[in-house]
Antibody, heavy 125, light 110 residues
Framework: DVQLLESGGGSVQSGGSLRLSCAAS????????MSWVRQAPGKGLEWVSA????????YYTDSVKGRFTISRDNSQNTLSLQMNRLRAEDTALYYC??????????????????WGRGTIVTVSS | QSVLTQPPSTSTTPGQSVTISCSGS????????VHWYQQLPGTAPKLLIF???QRPSGVPDRFSGSKSGTSASLAISGLRSDDEGDYYC???????????FGGGTKLTVL
C-alpha cells in the first residue's frame, strides 16, 4: 500500500528551526519527485517545495527561499524539509506529497497523487 | 490572493449537480494541466481529477473535469451529503516556476 508518513512538527519561537521528515513506502521512491504542501489554520493549500527523484533539483516558493532546504535520502525512502529562521506565517499543517509522473532528473509539473496526513508546525512570535 | 480564482462557496441539495470554476492565466491553466483536489472535513486532500479530465482509480464518474483556454471546471453530479468539503484547483505556473492553487471552494450539500 502506498503511504507517506510525516513527522517532526512542533512548536517553536520565531527565528527558530525545525526539521520535518516524511517516510515513504509502497512505491519506488527514487523514481518520483516529492513535494511539501502546507495549509495555514483555516486557510487554503500552498505549495512550498519540491525535489526531483535524484535529489539534484529543488524548487521553492518565494516566501521560503533562503530559509528552507528540501532534501531526500533514497536509501532510506525519506524526504526532509529543514526549516530555519521560522516566522509566524509559517504556522501550518505541512503535507508530504508524491508527484504523479516519474521524475528522476527533473520535476514533472504534474499532480500530487499521494498525500500524507500532515504534521503541524506552530511558530510563536 | 490566490493565483487561481475559485468561488469561495457553493451550495446545493442532494441529488443535484454543481460546477466549480477555476480561472487562471496563460502562464498556468492556459499552458499546463489542471488538477482538482477534494478535502473532506478533518482529512488530508485527495487527488480527484488530474491532467484536466482524468480520474484516479476509485474516483466515481460523478466527478468530471474540463478545461478551456485559461479556465477549468469541476462538475459533480448526483451530489451526496458526504461530498461536503473543500475543493481546490491547481496547476503549474511557468512564470513563477511553482505549483499554484486556487483559494478553494467550500461545497455545502443541504
Amino acid at each position: 500500500d502506498v503511504q507517506l508518513l510525516e513527522s517532526g512538527g512542533g512548536s517553536v519561537q520565531s527565528g527558530g528551526s525545525l526539521r520535518l521528515s516524511c517516510a515513504a513506502s509502497g512505491f519506488t521512491f527514487s523514481n518520483y519527485a516529492m513535494s511539501w504542501v502546507r495549509q495555514a489554520p483555516g486557510k487554503g493549500l500552498e505549495w512550498v517545495s519540491a525535489i526531483s527523484g535524484s535529489g539534484t533539483i529543488p524548487y521553492y516558493t518565494d516566501s521560503v527561499k533562503g530559509r528552507f532546504t528540501i532534501s531526500r535520502d533514497n536509501s532510506q525512502n525519506t524526504l526532509s524539509l529543514q526549516m530555519n529562521r521560522l516566522r509566524a506565517e509559517d504556522t501550518a499543517l505541512y503535507y508530504c506529497t508524491k508527484v504523479f509522473w516519474v521524475g528522476v532528473k527533473a520535476i514533472p509539473p504534474d499532480a500530487f497523487d499521494i498525500w500524507g496526513r500532515g504534521t503541524i508546525v506552530t511558530v510563536s512570535s | 490572493q490566490s493565483v487561481l480564482t475559485q468561488p469561495p462557496s457553493t451550495s446545493t441539495t442532494p441529488g443535484q449537480s454543481v460546477t466549480i470554476s477555476c480561472s487562471g492565466s496563460s502562464f498556468n491553466i492556459g499552458n499546463n494541466y489542471v488538477h482538482w483536489y477534494q478535502q473532506l472535513p478533518g482529512t488530508a486532500p485527495k487527488l480527484l481529477i488530474f491532467r484536466n479530465n482524468q480520474r484516479p482509480s476509485g474516483v466515481p464518474d460523478r466527478f468530471s473535469g474540463s478545461k478551456s483556454g485559461t479556465s477549468a471546471s469541476l462538475a459533480i453530479s448526483g451530489l451526496r451529503s458526504d461530498d461536503e468539503g473543500d475543493y481546490y484547483c491547481a496547476a503549474w505556473d511557468d512564470s513563477v516556476t511553482a505549483w499554484v492553487f486556487g483559494g478553494g471552494t467550500k461545497l455545502t450539500v443541504l
